[in-house]
């Protein structure tokens, strides 16, 4: 299995800032996706992270609130911009590793913003 | 309707097997797949079924797939304190590599 980490793993921010998530994989992976979940709700599709290229977002979700950066194969950034309450979520990196078709979840992040 | 659905909560004895059921809609899913969330953490995959096959035992966590009524269940054999928590069901599209999730249920497992 593919392990996974994110820093930081809690947070707590003021409306209006910004807070970027990082996600890092201890093997090469195919696909890395970016989830959300609200308080007490299932997990939602952000984006999908393209290594050298701009991530494909799901609708709903726009690059200018949430921008994604994959710099190489096995790390991964999501940014939540200019922060809201309703951003408040636990916000978890995902991956699908080369050759295989089990699909592993970061611990997650947990984001409050006040 | 939403595309994978679960019911929210099941509560059995320790001891006891519980069932999980899942419905999905879209017939073209080629994987199907069960999580385990316990309070605070991440989703934890526990095991998962390729649409072709009909059943998939792993120790105690057994997976049946109904295909014709679009019909997934996860049972937990000899079910423990420490299987408390929320299981969500999910399906990859033939298209694609999203996942789409069910609402989860929550398991309690009374002592």
């Known amino acids: 299995s593919a392990v996974i980490s994110q820093k930081p793993s809690r947070d707590i921010c003021q409306r209006g800032t910004s807070l970027t998530i990082q996600c890092q994989v201890d093997?090469?992976?195919?696909?890395m996706f970016w989830y959300r979940q609200q308080p007490g709700q299932s997990l939602t599709l952000i984006a999908t992270?393209?290594?050298?290229?701009?991530?494909?977002?799901e609708s709903g979700f726009v690059i200018d609130k949430f921008p994604i950066s994959r710099p190489n194969l096995t790390f991964s950034t999501l940014t939540v911009s200019n922060m809201s309450p309703e951003d408040s979520s636990i916000y978890l990196c995902?991956?699908?590793?080369?050759?295989?078709?089990?699909?592993?979840f970061g611990p997650g992040t947990r984001l409050t913003v006040t | 309707g939403e595309d994978v659905e679960q019911s929210l909560f099941l509560s059995v004895r320790e001891g006891d097997s519980s069932v999980i059921n899942c419905t999905y809609t879209?017939?073209?899913?080629?994987?199907l797949y069960w999580y385990k969330q316990e309070p605070g953490a991440g989703l934890q995959l526990l095991t998962y079924?390729?649409?072709?096959?009909d059943m998939k035992q792993d120790q105690r966590l057994t997976v049946l797939l109904n295909k014709k009524d679009k019909h997934l269940s996860l049972r937990i054999a000899d079910t423990q304190t420490g299987d408390s928590a929320i299981y969500f069901c999910?399906?990859?599209?033939?298209?694609?590599?999203?996942?789409?999730f069910g609402g989860g249920t929550r398991l309690m497992v009374k002592p």
């Open positions: 995902s991956v699908v590793t080369v050759g295989r078709h089990e699909q592993y």
């Open positions: 992270a393209n290594q050298g290229s701009e991530a494909t977002y």
């Open positions: 879209d017939s073209s899913s080629t994987y």
């Open positions: 093997s090469q992976v195919t696909m």
């Open positions: 999910a399906e990859r599209k033939n298209a694609g590599n999203m996942l789409t």
């Open positions: 079924i390729f649409s072709n096959m």
